[in-house]
């Protein structure tokens, strides 16, 4: 699959953010699959990821801890369910590290760690630059317009300059 075909999209539950990014493909899927790389840009400021930990393999773990300039934070674990190099990146919310179950989300509408999802992340050459699409899944439209509602577009939207920002200025 292609950045520029997104497949099984259900609009009652899924969430897409496509940019082009003035940066080469292996730059991004670095700043991908890199824990210091993802640190520098993977929540909008004014927060920051304090931590990072990526196994980058099917079943392997993706986890992050976000804190906010008031002190309050989220932090997650969750799975890599597929890894093609430089092109795709599947990760989920809904399994932990070596596949096993989260633990049922908190009830807080208003915490990241309440949200379950399955993020894949596409990327294709375009224009001299990348093409980059997130593609969210969620398994209820409850789910989707929480997250809608919590800021994916501005939020996700945000980190993405902030990448290609920080890609543009760092000799990755």
């Known amino acids: 699959m292609t ?3 997104i497949l ?6 899924d969430l897409i953010l496509q ?12 700043a991908l699959t890199e824990p210091e790389l993802v640190k520098e840009w993977f929540c909008p400021k004014p927060w920051k ?5 990526i196994d980058l393999r099917p079943g392997g773990e993706f986890y992050t801890n976000m804190q906010g300039p008031d002190g309050e934070g989220h932090s997650g674990a969750s799975c890599f369910l597929e890894i093609v190099p430089q092109e795709r990146l599947v990760w989920t919310t809904s399994l932990q590290p070596g596949y096993r179950p989260s633990p049922l989300p908190a009830t807080d509408a208003h915490s990241c760690e309440s949200l379950m999802f399955t993020c894949i992340i596409t990327l294709a050459e375009k224009d001299g630059g990348t093409k ?10 409850e789910q989707k317009i929480q997250h809608e509602e919590m800021g994916f577009e501005e939020g996700w939207g945000a980190t993405i300059t902030q990448l290609e920002e920080l890609l543009k200025h760092e000799k990755v």
């Open 132 to 141: 980059y699409v997130a593609h969210v899944m969620h398994s209820t439209p």
């Open 3 to 5: 950045a520029d075909k």
């Open 49 to 53: 990821t304090t931590e990072c930990r």
């Open 19 to 30: 940019r082009q990014i003035d940066v080469p493909k292996d730059k991004v899927w670095k």
């Open 8 to 13: 099984n999209n259900d609009i009652e539950l």
